[in-house]
């Protein structure tokens, strides 16, 4: 059971509902890891826009949405965050990535598989040692991802990795339950970002971030115990 109750849209406030409105046009739907996040509202109204970039393929970026859902895939299943494996498998298949890769990544199979080429490979283990905190120490490990990707490249995938760290860890405290696999599938959709809807989001964001900061935190707690 969800140690914190989510924030539903029919409950929220008029600012998470546009919020939420938001959510969906970057990330397909509006996930509980969201609906719970949304307790501390502005935190959440700013993270959305990096999470979303950072994970998924657009311009902006050099890295393909199939080699970022190999190291989330990866990380989240060495974390045991069944939450992100959930989804991000989903997101992986729609992205490329097929079952048997799956169970090659969420195994040390991946090391001597035929499966991947040596880029994915390389995207992985550096994912693996990240995650297990021993990428500092291993600099055969760095050197092999080196060989693949270029230092800007390799600081996306470093971004990739430590920001689902630090989501598995927030969705695994606070034992966030995982939506109906319906809900979970909308998430396919969404490989690839519309940067124009990254650049109306955050015009957005600025036109009502606010000079007086009112009671909205309040209120999205209220809002949550009524749904409680």
């Not at 949405?65 to 990380?75: Q, R, S």
């Not at 396919?188 to 809807?197: A, F, L, S």
Request: proline share 4%; glycine share 4%; aromatic share 8%.
């Amino acid at each position: 059971m969800a140690r914190v109750p989510v924030i539903n849209p029919e409950n929220a406030p008029d600012e998470l509902r546009h919020f939420y409105e938001a959510v969906t046009g970057l990330v397909g739907r509006v996930p509980n890891a969201y609906r719970t996040m949304a307790h501390a509202p502005y935190l959440a109204m700013l993270f959305l826009p990096f999470q979303a970039a950072n994970q998924r393929e657009w311009p902006g970026v050099r890295m393909s949405g199939k080699i970022k859902e190999m190291v989330i895939i990866k990380t989240s299943h060495i974390n045991g965050c069944e939450y992100c494996y959930a989804h991000n498998t989903a997101l992986g298949e729609a992205a490329g990535i097929s079952h048997d890769q799956v169970i090659a990544i969420s195994s040390d199979d991946y090391l001597t598989s035929d499966l991947f080429d040596a880029r994915e490979r390389a995207a992985i283990e550096w994912a693996e040692h990240m995650t297990k905190n021993t990428a500092a120490s291993r600099d055969d490990v760095y050197e092999r991802v080196a060989a693949q990707y270029s230092e800007a490249e390799i600081v996306e995938l470093t971004l990739i990795c430590s920001m689902f760290n630090m989501i598995n860890r927030f969705n695994d405290s606070l034992k966030l339950t995982i939506e109906d696999q319906s809900e979970v599938d909308k998430i396919r959709g969404t490989v690839h970002i519309d940067p124009g809807n990254i650049k109306t989001y955050l015009r957005w964001l600025a036109d009502n971030w606010p000079d007086d900061f009112d009671d909205l935190n309040e209120r999205a707690g209220a809002a949550a115990e009524e749904a409680a």
